[in-house]
Every structure is written in C-alpha cells, then in structure tokens.
C-alpha cells in the first residue's frame, strides 16, 4: 500500500508557480488576450469561428453597466467574504478601509431588503382581512431590480469594479470581482449549447475554451523555464498523484501511470461529435497561436444546414456539474478511485474540499478510514468544509504541530496550516 498524493489549484499557486485561479481567469485571460501573442490567438479564433459575438471586453462592460442589480443577488455573499478578510491581521490598513467601505454600502442595500419582504405575521394579515381573494404570489413590496441608485453609490461602486480588473490578487477586490465576473458561469452557459445544437452557445464555449487553454499554456511554460518546478519537484519518488488542474507538472513527475488527469490537461484534445480524444504532437514544444490557427482551425466546421464539427480542449470545465468528454475520464476517474483505495496514506494539497466539487469528495468520504493529511495555509476554513464528510465539529480537533506548523489532529485525520512548499515531503 502506498501513499496517494492529491493536488487542488491552490499547488499550482505555490511560491515560483504562476497559475490562475479560477476566479483570476476573466481579468488575466483578457490582459493576456491584448498581448501581441494574444492579439494573434484572438483573431485566428474569430475566423475560425464566424459571427462570434462573444469578446472578453463586452462581458465585462456589461457586468460593469449591470452593477447594481447583479450587486443586489450577491450582497450576503460578498459581504461575508470581504468581513472575514477584513479581519484578518496580515491586511493592511488601507485595505482594510477599502473592506469596511465595501462593506458598509452593501450591509445598507442588505437591509433594504430584508425590510421590503413581507414577513409570515403580515401575509396572514393580508388573508385574514380580505378572506382569502388575494394570493400572495411576491416575498416583497418593492420591486427591488427597478429601483436604481445615485450617482454616488453608481460611481463607487464602478471604481471599485474597475480597480479589481487590474488587481486580480487584491486581497479584498477579489471577492467583488469573483461574483460579478464567473468565469464558470461563462462556460457553464455556453456548454449547453452541445446538448442544444445552439450553433452561438458552441462557437462561445469554443472560444472561452481556447482562450482558456492558450492561457494556461503560456502560463505553464513560463514556469517551467524557472527551472526546478517547486513541490512537484520535492515529492518522493514512489507516490502516486491525483491532480485536479490540467498543467503537466505532475506527470513530468510521475510520468503516466502514476499521474492520473481527474479533470484532464491541455496535452490533448476532443471532437465533440464522436468524442474523440486526440493527443497534441510534441505539446511541450507546441506554439500556441500556430496550433490554434492550424490544427483547431482545420478541425472545426460551422456549415449551414450541416451537424457543426468542433474540437475542444479536454479539459472538464470547471462546472458543479462534470460532464464527461470522453470514455478515457471514465478509465481515469476509475483508477483514481482504486489509488485511493488501495493507498495507506492520502495526502490532500492545495484542496478545499468545497461542496461543489462533491463528486470528486465521495471518493474520500467513502475511504475516510485511511491516514489522511490535509495540508492548506487557511486550515480553519478546511477543517469547516471536511464537516460534510468527516461529521466532526471544530470542538472534536486537538490542536497540535506537524513539522514546526499548528495542526489539528482527530483520529487519522491531521490538517496542517501551512503552504505546500514549507515542508519537508521527505519526512512526510
């Protein structure tokens, strides 16, 4: 029995590895895109697919011109976010006031309404005195999408939107860029259209995949030419790896057996009318823009009164909902399921445990009795998310160290606060 090491995105974060998270992806992928590299990828997509409406810049023009309403669906969310940041002790100070000023405008759109819903003693009322003739078919008495707001909060509000587009790691703006800007949402919308034959919905989900692609690509060889890749570099030789991004620093250390693709990885790609899989001839030295333009370019047709032929990276989207491309995940998903089995040791790093990804949870929950060490710098928030499969309350943990870092420890279950690159795997 051996040890099985799982990798979430936060791995391909570490110190020396410049990986977008996924709620980087709009603002990074859009920089990237005006790049004269980018600028080359962009207009050899728009010809292959023809009458493409979609473009990065209108997106976010329309997210900004629908400020407020999308504002007033995500208050609660984006206030509990910024709060718990803006107690955090490793902010700074003018950070802190940008948090609290953030906040304090949406605790005041929170209480409008809460105040304008109609509560159960008032729809009883309504029954009461008029017998039962009017339905109470509407929670509110105002209507709150069509009220609009002064020029004060608009153009607040539009600052701090627009400053988060050029600060994508910022501490605080993220959470505001991160619920106006879903960039899963974006492929969520568009992957339909494979079900639907949308011809629109295909040509988008082509365009934000390719884009995407390109852009984890250049990103991926920027870093491997930093040398030595930092954690996949420091893992003994014999464990087995189950990673859930799709760059190729896992199995350039492990090889193929033992790096096992759970989400897939941009070394291959699929058409999606018969879903085959196809991998990308010599995908280390790939150049992006000659690939896009030539081989995705040969490969898609989108002809009138004809099925469309379209080829997309396979990489499963990242959707609560996966689907599945091609039989080779079902072979992956299989063996990562017998890894984890099978192993004595499971080593979980830079993974939330988040309840979207639950398909990917059930493998744990159902092999929970395995030493399991959790390793993620934010800990606390981990040890709340393992509740939905370990059952344990933060009472249940006994708070420990694991190599110089405070740990919590119950049973076989050990979560570290620490960061991937701070511990010896050696002594793992």
């Known amino acids: 029995?051996?040890?099985?090491?799982?990798?979430?995105?936060?791995?391909?974060?570490?110190?020396?590895?410049?990986?977008?998270?996924?709620?980087?992806?709009?603002?990074?992928?859009?920089?990237?895109?005006?790049?004269?590299?980018?600028?080359?990828?962009?207009?050899?997509?728009?010809?292959?697919?023809?009458?493409?409406?979609?473009?990065?810049?209108?997106?976010?023009?329309?997210?900004?011109?629908?400020?407020?309403?999308?504002?007033?669906?995500?208050?609660?969310?984006?206030?509990?976010?910024?709060?718990?940041?803006?107690?955090?002790?490793?902010?700074?100070?003018?950070?802190?006031?940008?948090?609290?000023?953030?906040?304090?405008?949406?605790?005041?759109?929170?209480?409008?309404?809460?105040?304008?819903?109609?509560?159960?003693?008032?729809?009883?009322?309504?029954?009461?005195?008029?017998?039962?003739?009017?339905?109470?078919?509407?929670?509110?008495?105002?209507?709150?999408?069509?009220?609009?707001?002064?020029?004060?909060?608009?153009?607040?509000?539009?600052?701090?939107?627009?400053?988060?587009?050029?600060?994508?790691?910022?501490?605080?703006?993220?959470?505001?860029?991160?619920?106006?800007?879903?960039?899963?949402?974006?492929?969520?919308?568009?992957?339909?259209?494979?079900?639907?034959?949308?011809?629109?919905?295909?040509?988008?989900?082509?365009?934000?995949s390719w884009t995407l692609w390109a852009y984890l690509k250049h990103c991926e060889t920027a870093s491997i030419s930093n040398g030595p890749t930092p954690f996949y570099s420091t893992l003994p030789d014999d464990w087995t790896m189950i990673t859930l991004n799709y760059t190729s620093f896992a199995r350039k250390r492990f090889g193929d057996n033992r790096a096992l693709y759970f989400h897939g990885d941009l070394s291959s790609f699929i058409r999606m009318r018969d879903r085959q899989l196809i991998p990308i001839d010599n995908y280390d030295r790939v150049e992006i823009a000659a690939f896009i333009k030539d081989t995705v370019g040969q490969n898609t047709r989108f002809e009138k009164g004809k099925r469309p032929t379209c080829v997309v990276p396979s990489i499963v989207p990242p959707l609560k909902m996966k689907p599945v491309l091609s039989n080779a995940f079902i072979d992956i998903w299989y063996r990562s399921k017998d890894a984890i089995a099978n192993a004595k040791k499971v080593v979980v790093v830079g993974y939330s445990f988040n309840y979207a990804d639950e398909h990917f949870n059930d493998l744990i929950r159902r092999h929970k009795d395995r030493e399991i060490l959790v390793i993620d710098p934010y800990a606390e928030g981990v040890r709340d998310n393992l509740r939905n499969i370990f059952s344990h309350s933060a009472d249940d943990y006994v708070s420990s160290q694991f190599q110089g870092k405070l740990c919590f420890c119950k049973d076989g279950l050990i979560i570290v606060k620490a960061k991937a690159t701070e511990l010896d795997w050696e002594k793992v």
């Open 1 to 208: 029995m051996s040890t099985v090491v799982i990798c979430g995105a936060g791995v391909d974060k570490s110190d020396g590895i410049d990986m977008p998270l996924a709620a980087e992806l709009v603002p990074r992928i859009r920089n990237f895109l005006k790049t004269d590299e980018g600028q080359v990828i962009d207009k050899s997509l728009r010809k292959i697919l023809p009458n493409l409406h979609f473009s990065y810049d209108r997106f976010i023009k329309d997210a900004v011109d629908k400020l407020s309403n999308e504002f007033r669906g995500q208050v609660a969310n984006i206030v509990e976010c910024i709060g718990r940041q803006v107690e955090s002790s490793e902010l700074e100070e003018s950070d802190r006031k940008l948090g609290k000023l953030i906040v304090a405008l949406l605790i005041k759109i929170q209480k409008l309404q809460e105040d304008v819903r109609l509560d159960e003693a008032t729809e009883i009322l309504i029954n009461d005195v008029f017998g039962g003739e009017i339905t109470v078919e509407d929670d509110n008495i105002i209507d709150l999408p069509k009220l609009s707001f002064t020029d004060v909060f608009n153009t607040v509000m539009r600052k701090i939107f627009e400053r988060s587009l050029n600060e994508p790691n910022h501490p605080i703006l993220q959470h505001v860029r991160g619920n106006l800007m879903d960039f899963e949402r974006l492929l969520m919308d568009s992957f339909i259209g494979f079900y639907t034959n949308s011809e629109p919905q295909m040509k988008n989900y082509m365009y934000l």
